[in-house]
């Protein structure tokens, strides 16, 4: 079956500070995408970034980027800078068929 | 505003009492989805849409919820006779079924039954 895991419930990091938020998976399937979103108290979803199984790079958007170890299956969000207005929950996906099944996702607080 | 919209923001309704939420995707978006999300967990797929087809269905979705999407644009999701485990945030996302597939998401509608 199908799984996203996220161990990490809660995560502190000082302004400026890099940070990673871990994700591992579960799939028997050789063609999947691994997303991250981001969910501040507003409650919408926003997305981060996205990693295919087949891409030989890791994924980069501005201070954002995907530590993707294919054969560990974890798909790692690392924030660079971290900015007072990262704090909020986080959420990795996985695509399965045409849906996105989610993690249980790690709050992070950024002080300053 | 041209993202997802979702109406209500907040209800608050009785037990046994139907309650409607209401979703307006992205325009140009033919897939639209519903999730719940409970308190402190992710976002679970109940149902979506290609256009006003309804092409899959969770088994969380008991017969005591209905999603409809008529014209292929708006989408509505209603529940019957409502229980407290029915208090839940939820989700609506669109997508255009190209690019890798990700969801764009609105505020959410979060329900609260006494």
């Known amino acids: 079956a199908q799984k996203i895991t996220q161990t990490q419930p809660g995560m502190f990091v000082q302004e400026k500070e890099a940070v990673t938020l871990d994700c591992t998976y579960d799939?028997?399937?050789?063609?999947?995408?691994l997303f991250w979103y981001k969910q501040p108290s507003s409650g919408e979803m926003i997305f981060l970034i996205y990693?295919?199984?087949?891409?030989?790079q890791n994924a980069t958007e501005g201070r954002y980027s995907l530590n993707f170890q294919k054969a560990r299956k974890s798909a790692n969000l690392v924030i660079s800078a971290s900015q007072l207005g990262d704090s909020a929950m986080y959420f990795c996906?996985?695509?399965?068929?045409?849906?996105?099944?989610f993690g249980t996702g790690t709050r992070l607080q950024v002080f300053p | 505003d041209t993202g997802v919209s979702q109406n209500p923001r907040h209800k608050i309704t009785k037990r046994g009492q139907n309650v409607t939420f209401r979703c307006d995707p992205i325009?140009?978006?033919?897939?639209l989805y519903w999730y719940r999300q409970t308190l402190g967990q992710g976002p679970e797929f109940l149902t979506y849409?290609?256009?006003?087809?309804?092409?899959?269905k969770s088994r969380l979705l008991s017969d005591r919820f209905s999603a409809e999407r008529p014209k292929g644009s708006f989408s509505t999701l209603e529940i019957q006779r409502t229980e407290q485990g029915d208090s839940a945030m939820y989700l609506c996302?669109?997508?255009?079924?190209?690019?890798?597939?990700?969801?764009?998401f609105g505020e959410g509608s979060r329900l609260t039954v006494l």
């Open positions: 996302a669109s997508t255009s079924g190209s690019s890798f597939g990700e969801l764009f």
């Open positions: 799939t028997s399937d050789p063609s999947y995408g």
């Open positions: 990693q295919g199984s087949y891409d030989q």
């Open positions: 996906a996985m695509r399965r068929t045409d849906k996105l099944i």
């Open positions: 325009s140009e978006h033919n897939r």
């Open positions: 849409f290609q256009n006003e087809a309804q092409l899959e």
